[in-house]
């Protein structure tokens, strides 16, 4: 019964750095795999980076190398660090947890919009 706020999203420039923030209302260490989701207009829902409770990452090939994810389990915290930042990286951003059982349910933020524009 965790609820997760995606916060830090805004407009920058091509370029630019931002930091998302996933904040759980509940201990996130119940969660095996945390990722980063995102949607642009008139695309499907894509995954970006996924994180293991004890820290292993996976990426999205569009994002390696400019965009990180950890995770703060004392601090019930998601975050996702974006550098480099491109025109296609805008879309509504999305925290999720899995609990790691196909009868245990996932939860899902409701987003935040990053808008990169010059």
């Known amino acids: 019964q965790v609820q997760l706020v995606e916060s830090g999203g805004e407009m920058v420039q091509p370029g630019g750095s931002l930091r998302l923030s996933c904040a759980a209302s509940?201990?996130?260490?119940?969660?095996?795999?945390m990722g980063w989701y995102r949607q642009a207009p008139g695309k499907q829902r894509e995954l970006v980076a996924l994180?293991?409770?004890?820290?292993?990452?996976n990426y999205a090939d569009s994002v390696k190398g400019r965009f990180t994810i950890s995770r703060d389990n004392a601090k019930n915290t998601l975050y996702l660090q974006m550098n480099s930042l491109k025109f296609e990286d805008t879309a509504v951003y999305y925290c999720?947890?899995?609990?790691?059982?196909?009868?245990?349910?996932?939860?899902w933020g409701q987003g935040t919009q990053v808008t990169v524009s010059s």
């Open positions: 509940g201990s996130i260490a119940r969660f095996n795999v």
């Open positions: 994180i293991t409770r004890v820290g292993a990452t």
């Open positions: 999720n947890g899995d609990q790691g059982g196909p009868s245990l349910p996932k939860f």
